[in-house]
């Protein structure tokens, strides 16, 4: 059971280069997200994802893109990178069922995935 | 969801408890009032969570006031790897809610 695993870990990119930051998860969550988090800040809700082929904007959802057409994957893409991106982003999924005392809330983060956008 | 607000950082001594308090006067009865932290620069961890009683588990223990206006956390014996960011967070128990995380506590367990 590996848990939620994000590739890659680090990442320099140019401005204007697109890429994608892959996350999968072993638990069968339903609920997925992505958050970034820059220097010294507090995390940020980019995407989340209530299951396959749902996704709804975060808080920062602007020059980023996502999909879901898996339970397990939930990549972010970046369509044309620019400094401002440079942050750290997490993956982090969690159930949705259960009842009034279900741990819904609480969710599984990656490792993270370090972006430097230059 | 309910705003919290939490103190910028804290200081404890190793092995006192710590206190760490969290104002969530908006709250609405069906939210609950969530904690996480994170240490140095991995992904947040659960803690705990609750609705108005007391809680506690291996971790921690949560007390939420009668009138759920604020809730503490409280680290019985702080170890120096209890330093991190601490996060309140108040939220509708429902599987589609996203989690918005705030700025948090910064918590320095000192020897």
């Known amino acids: 059971n590996a848990g939620v695993t994000q590739t890659p870990k680090f990442q320099v990119l140019k401005t204007g280069q697109s890429m994608t930051l892959q996350c999968a998860q072993d638990m069968n969550h339903e609920y997925m997200s992505w958050y970034r988090q820059d220097p010294g800040m507090g995390l940020k809700l980019i995407y989340y994802s209530v299951g396959a082929g749902i996704t709804d904007q975060g808080e920062v959802p602007n020059g980023y893109n996502v999909s879901r057409s898996t339970t397990e994957d939930f990549p972010l893409r970046l369509l044309s990178a620019a400094p401002s991106q440079t942050s750290v982003y997490f993956c982090?999924?969690?159930?949705?069922?259960?009842?009034?005392?279900?741990?819904?809330?609480?969710?599984?983060f990656g490792e993270g995935s370090r972006l430097t956008v230059l | 969801d309910a705003k919290t607000t939490q103190p910028t950082s804290m200081d404890c001594a190793e092995g006192r408890a710590a206190n760490l308090p969290c104002n969530h006067s908006?709250?609405?009865?069906?939210?609950?009032v969530y904690w996480y932290r994170q240490i140095h620069s991995q992904g947040p961890q659960y803690i705990i969570h609750?609705?108005?009683n007391n809680e506690t588990n291996e971790m921690a223990s949560l007390i939420i006031t009668e009138d759920r206006k604020s809730s503490t956390l409280i680290l019985p014996h702080a170890t120096l790897r209890d330093t991190a960011v601490y996060y309140c967070?108040?939220?509708?128990?429902?599987?589609?809610?996203?989690?918005?995380f705030g700025k948090g506590t910064r918590l320095s367990v000192i020897a």
């Open positions: 609750g609705l108005k």
């Open positions: 967070i108040v939220r509708r128990n429902s599987g589609n809610t996203p989690l918005v």
């Open positions: 908006t709250i609405s009865g069906n939210e609950y």
């Open positions: 982090a999924s969690r159930r949705t069922s259960g009842g009034a005392r279900s741990r819904t809330g609480e969710l599984f």
